[in-house]
């Protein structure tokens, strides 16, 4: 699915990302963790292709992705925080993408617009709105498309407990109909049942890439917070 090989970035003297490889598979649900600094930021943009590696490269279903940029149709991303135009509605805001995207309508995923009660607040302009329901139109977005890869940063932030619910349950469906989904959280909590895989890093290297499962058994941790945090105690 995706395959990073071997890859580095430096800005200036700071090597971000220091000779990282990973393989990321359908049906995952994979955890970026790692503290401030760590790569993770750079890591996923090098995966959205708005940054280029040094050296190294990243192919989506065995394609060199900075050969072929159509592969990011194929992903849908929620940033950490969603900027929008400010005078625009959400009606506008989700139909100005449906054009952009082109997609057949019919193959449009719009339960998260309905769960999230979005329809009643269509005709009100994004200066208007809450973090909370601007994480709302955010989330909405990045599942609309029906895309492959779903990648989440930091995707409960702001939100309400109800509408957190709302999203993980969304992210488990997802996962069980065999997306690759990719998220960071400095919540850990909200990530003990939803995900499958944690890919850990720190200062630009990749410590480990492991089943939650196996984490389990190495910390002797059910929790993912407590688990990392064993995991921090040693490095």
């Keep these: 699915m995706i395959i990073a090989t071997n890859v580095t970035k430096k800005f200036g003297r700071l090597k971000a990302?220091?000779?990282?490889?990973?393989?990321?598979?359908?049906?995952?649900?994979?955890s970026l963790i790692g503290p401030n600094g760590s790569g993770k930021t750079t890591f996923i943009k090098c995966l959205l292709g708005m940054v280029m590696p040094d050296s190294g490269f990243i192919t989506f279903n065995q394609?060199?992705?900075?050969?072929?940029?159509?592969?990011?149709?194929?992903?849908?991303?929620?940033?950490?925080?969603g900027r929008f135009p400010d005078n625009m509605t959400i009606s506008q805001i989700l139909s100005m993408m449906k054009d952009i995207r082109k997609k057949n309508p019919k193959s449009l995923d719009e339960e998260l617009i309905e769960s999230f009660q979005l329809p009643s607040m269509m005709e009100?302009?994004?200066?208007?709105?809450?973090?909370?329901?601007?994480?709302?139109?955010?989330?909405?977005?990045?599942?609309?498309?029906?895309?492959?890869v779903l990648i989440l940063d930091e995707p409960t932030a702001g939100l309400d407990p109800l509408a957190s619910e709302i999203l993980k349950e969304k992210i488990r469906k997802e996962k069980n109909a065999g997306k690759l989904i990719l998220i960071t959280s400095h919540v850990l909590s909200d990530l003990d049942d939803i995900i499958s895989e944690i890919i850990y890093m720190q200062e630009g290297h990749l410590v480990f890439h492991k089943s939650w499962d196996h984490l389990k058994k190495d910390t002797g941790e059910e929790k993912l917070s407590r688990a990392i945090a064993q995991v921090m105690k040693t490095r």
């Design 63 to 81: 394609q060199n992705i900075s050969r072929d940029w159509k592969y990011r149709e194929q992903i849908g991303y929620m940033p950490q925080i």
């Design 17 to 30: 990302l220091n000779d990282v490889s990973v393989t990321c598979n359908r049906g995952q649900s994979i």
């Design 124 to 148: 009100k302009r994004m200066r208007t709105l809450s973090g909370g329901t601007r994480q709302k139109v955010s989330a909405a977005l990045a599942f609309l498309f029906n895309p492959e």
